[in-house]
C-alpha cells in the first residue's frame, strides 16, 4: 500500500507553490549586508513572516511602513520578517542588489532583504505579486504555511484597514489558535520573471 | 467652401473622441463580463502605475481598431492605491486611447478579485477574453504580446 502510494507521488507532476499546510523547502539567499540568510537559520523561531516585495511597485511603496511595523511587533515575539526580493533587474532596473541596499539603508531595515537572483525561491513560493506574504509556523523542525496572500484590506489608507490579515494569522499562532483566514488576495504588482 | 466644412468638422469628430473614463461598481463590470453579446469580449485589467501594463495597451488599442467582432474594455484599477480619477482621464486623453476605458471604484479587493476571475491573483496587468455568444472565457495573468490577443481569441471561438 505505502508502495502504491509513493508510486503515486512520484508520478504525480511537479506542482510549484507552495498551499496552506505545506512544508517549506530550506532556502539561503543574500541579504544587503553582503551575508547569506537561511531559513535554516531561524531553528530558535516560532515562525518567519516572509514577504515577496521590491523597491520599485506602488504597491510595496504603500505598504512599507506597514511591513517595518509587523517585524518591529512580531519579531521578539518569535515570528520575524524575512523580505525576498524576486524581480529581475534586467526588466525592472530599480530592483538591482545595489538599489536593494541603498533601500534597506534608508528604511533602516531591522530584517533581511534578501536577492532572490535566480528566482527559484519566488518560483518554489509560488509568489505571484509584490507584496505576497507567506506566513510560516514552526513544526517540530520543519516550517509550514500557516498564511498565504495580502497584508490587510486596504493598500492606499493604513487607517482605513478593517482586516489585518497577516496580524490576526499572527496573533491566532501565538495564542495556539488555528488561523481563521488562511488564504486571502489584493492588488499588486506582477513579478518581473526572467524572459517574460 | 465644401472642403473647408468637412476640415471643420473632421476636427470636431477627432476631438469629440476623447474621453472621460466611466467610474464603476463591481456589479456593473460583472454586467459587462457576464452579458450575452455576439461579439468577443476582451477586458484588460490595468494601471497607471503600472509599466508593462502601458506597455501592452498598444496591443488592445491595434485589436479593437482591426477586428469588428471584438470589443475592448480598458478597466483601471487606479482607484485601489488614488483616490482622484484624474489621473486616469489625463492619461486616456494624453494616450488618444480610443477602446472604453472604465475605472472600478470598488473596497475589499480580496472579495472582488475573485468575484472577477478565481484564477486572478490581483497582480496587474490582467486580461479575459470572453466569447460573448457561449460565455466560453481564458484567463491571462501576465503581460501579453504581438499576436498573443489574436490566438486566445481564436481558442474561445
Known amino acids: 500500500m505505502a508502495a502504491c502510494l509513493l508510486l503515486m507521488v512520484a508520478a504525480s507532476p511537479v506542482r510549484l507553490g507552495y498551499e496552506v499546510g505545506d512544508t517549506v523547502a530550506d532556502f539561503k539567499l543574500k541579504n544587503t549586508n553582503g551575508k547569506m540568510v537561511a531559513l535554516a537559520d531561524y531553528q530558535d523561531a516560532k515562525g518567519v513572516i516572509v514577504i515577496f516585495d521590491c523597491n520599485t511597485c506602488p504597491y510595496s511603496k504603500a505598504y512599507n511602513s506597514r511591513i517595518i511595523a509587523l517585524n518591529a511587533k512580531y519579531a521578539s515575539k518569535g515570528f520575524p520578517v524575512i523580505a525576498i526580493q524576486p524581480n529581475d533587474p534586467e526588466i525592472s532596473p530599480g530592483d538591482s542588489y545595489d538599489e536593494m541596499v ?19 525561491v519566488a518560483k518554489s513560493f509560488g509568489a505571484t505579486n509584490t507584496p505576497h506574504v507567506f506566513l510560516l509556523k514552526k513544526d517540530g523542525a520543519a516550517f509550514k504555511v500557516s498564511y498565504i496572500g495580502a497584508i490587510d484590506n486596504n493598500s492606499k ?25 488562511t488564504k486571502t488576495k489584493a492588488l499588486g504588482c506582477t513579478i518581473k520573471w526572467k524572459n517574460a | 467652401m465644401n472642403r473647408f466644412l468637412a476640415i471643420i468638422l473632421l476636427a470636431a469628430a477627432l476631438t469629440a473622441q476623447a474621453q472621460q473614463a466611466e467610474v464603476v461598481t463591481l456589479e456593473q463590470l460583472q454586467e459587462l463580463i457576464e452579458s450575452r453579446t455576439d461579439h468577443i ?9 503600472c509599466a508593462p501594463c502601458i506597455k501592452e495597451l498598444p496591443l488592445f488599442e491595434k485589436l479593437g481598431y482591426e477586428r469588428s467582432d471584438v470589443k475592448v474594455t480598458l478597466v483601471s484599477m487606479d482607484l485601489d492605491l488614488d483616490p482622484n480619477p484624474e489621473k486616469v482621464n489625463k492619461f486616456v486623453a494624453r494616450k488618444k486611447l480610443q477602446s472604453k476605458v472604465l475605472i472600478l471604484d470598488e473596497t475589499d479587493p480580496n472579495s472582488y478579485i475573485n468575484q472577477i476571475d478565481k484564477n486572478w491573483s490581483g497582480a496587474l496587468p490582467a486580461t479575459i477574453i470572453i466569447n460573448g455568444k457561449t460565455g466560453q472565457r481564458k484567463f491571462v495573468g501576465k503581460e501579453l504580446h504581438e499576436g498573443e490577443l489574436e490566438k486566445l481569441i481564436a481558442e474561445v471561438l
Do not use: C, M
Not at chain 1, 541603498?102 to 527559484?120: G, T, V
Open chain 1, 102 to 120: 541603498r533601500n534597506a539603508k534608508d528604511k533602516s531595515y531591522s530584517f533581511p532583504y534578501l536577492f532572490d537572483e535566480s528566482q527559484s
Open chain 1, 157 to 181: 489608507s493604513e487607517s482605513a484597514v478593517t482586516k489585518k490579515y497577516v496580524e490576526d494569522a499572527v496573533d491566532a499562532l501565538l495564542d495556539g489558535k488555528e488561523v481563521t483566514s
Open chain 2, 41 to 49: 469580449k476582451v477586458i484588460n485589467f490595468w494601471a497607471t502605475w
